[in-house]
C-alpha cells in the first residue's frame, strides 16, 4: 500500500490529475475532519480542505519526498485553517455528532459526544498546542508525524501535548 501511494504521488508530480486525486482520497476524511475541529464549522472546514487541496496540487511538484506527502498536505490544511480564525468571537462552536458521522470514517463510529465545555477548552488554548492536541487526539497521529508536520522536535511535541491535556483536564474539572 505505502509503495502504491508513493509510485501514486510520483505520477501526481508529474501533473497527473487523477493520481493526485487517489491519493487525496485516502486523506480525505482525516483532512476534513481535522478541519472541522480545528475551524468549528463545517463550512470553514470544507472552504480549507478546498483550498489546501488546490494549492497542494499545484504545488506538488516542489514535494521533496513523496513519503512527506501527509505531513506536508497537513501543514498547507493547517495553515489554511489558522486563516479562517482571524475573528475570536467566530471560535466558539459546538459540532454535532451528526456531522461527524457524516464524514463516515473510523471516529464516527465512536461513541462520544463534542460538548461545548469542551471546545471552550480546546478553543482556550494557544493555536499551536491546539493543533498538536487535535492531530494527535483526533487525527491519531503519532509525535514524530505531529513533528513533521508543525516542524518541530518530536521531543517538544510530546511535552507540548502533554502540557496541553494536563491544561485541558484542569480546564474541565
Known amino acids: 500500500m505505502k509503495n502504491e501511494l508513493t509510485k501514486l504521488i510520483r505520477e501526481a508530480q508529474t501533473g497527473n490529475s487523477k493520481a493526485f486525486a487517489t491519493v487525496y482520497s485516502f486523506y480525505a476524511d482525516d483532512l476534513y475532519r481535522f478541519a472541522l475541529w480545528y475551524t468549528g464549522k463545517s ?6 480542505v478546498q483550498e489546501a487541496v488546490l494549492i497542494a496540487f499545484k504545488n506538488i511538484a516542489k514535494l521533496k519526498k513523496p513519503s ?7 501543514k498547507i490544511l493547517s495553515n489554511e485553517c489558522k486563516t479562517r480564525l482571524i475573528n475570536p468571537a467566530d471560535r466558539l462552536c459546538v459540532v454535532s455528532v451528526d456531522e461527524i458521522r457524516e464524514t463516515d470514517c473510523d471516529l464516527a463510529e465512536a461513541d462520544f459526544t463534542v460538548s461545548a465545555e469542551l471546545k471552550e477548552a480546546l478553543d482556550s488554548l494557544p493555536p499551536e498546542e491546539k493543533q498538536i492536541v487535535l492531530l494527535s487526539v483526533i487525527g491519531r497521529y503519532k509525535s514524530n508525524e505531529i513533528a513533521e508536520i508543525l516542524d518541530m522536535k518530536s521531543g517538544s511535541v510530546r511535552s507540548k501535548l502533554s502540557r496541553s491535556l494536563d491544561k485541558l483536564r484542569d480546564i474541565l474539572q
Open 43 to 48: 463550512a470553514d472546514a470544507e472552504d480549507a
Open 68 to 74: 512527506s506527502f501527509k505531513s506536508w498536505m497537513f
